[in-house]
C-alpha cells in the first residue's frame, strides 16, 4: 500500500471504524506528509446464495464464495440445512451435534458415513445479515451447484 500524494510506504493506522453490518473502514496517516487516506483492500469475494446438490440429493440452499475444489462447490449451510443434508444421507445415525463447540461431530470413526471427522460453525456476511453457517463436506465431497439459482425465500 501506498499513499496516494507522496508514494511512501510508511504509515500509522489514524482510525478503524465498523459500521452496523461490521464492514470494516480504515484510514491512515501518511508518516512522511501526513496525508490522511482510506486504503484500498482486497478481500475474499462475498457470498452468495445457491441451491447445492450431491449426488440424487438437493436442492440444498447454500452460501458460496464461488471457489471450487477439484471443480466441485465448496458450500456453507445454515444449521437446519445440515440436519436436513445428514437426515437424507444418512438417516442421522452416527452424528451428533455439540453445542458447547458448536460442532457436527461424527461418534462412530468407522463408519462408511464418516467422510469427514467434524465442522464448526461460523458467521459470515451475506446481504448485509451475519448468517451462522457450516461447511459440510467441503474439500472432500462432490457438491454440484447451479451457479444462478436463488432458492425461492430470497
Known sequence: M???NCKTQEFTFYDIEFDDNDCISIEVE????????????????????I???IGDFGPYPGY????TWNGWGTPH?????IIQILTDMFEFEDWDYNPKT??????DLDSEHCLFLST???????NKKRIHVYSLGSNEW?????????????
Not at 501518511?30 to 446464495?49: A, L, M, S, V, W
Not at 462432490?142 to 430470497?154: H, N, Q, R, S, Y
Open 142 to 154: 462432490t457438491w454440484a451447484f447451479v451457479p444462478d439459482t436463488i432458492p425461492e425465500d430470497e
Open 51 to 53: 441451491d447445492f446438490y
Open 120 to 126: 464448526h460453525g461460523k458467521e459470515i456476511i451475506y
Open 77 to 81: 449451510f445454515e444449521f437446519k440445512t
Open 30 to 49: 501518511c508518516n512522511d506528509c501526513g496525508h490522511i487516506f482510506n486504503p484500498t483492500f482486497y478481500h475474499d469475494p462475498p457470498f452468495d446464495k
Open 102 to 107: 458448536d460442532e457436527f461431530e461424527c461418534n
Open 64 to 67: 458460496t464464495q464461488h471457489k
Open 2 to 4: 501506498y499513499c496516494p
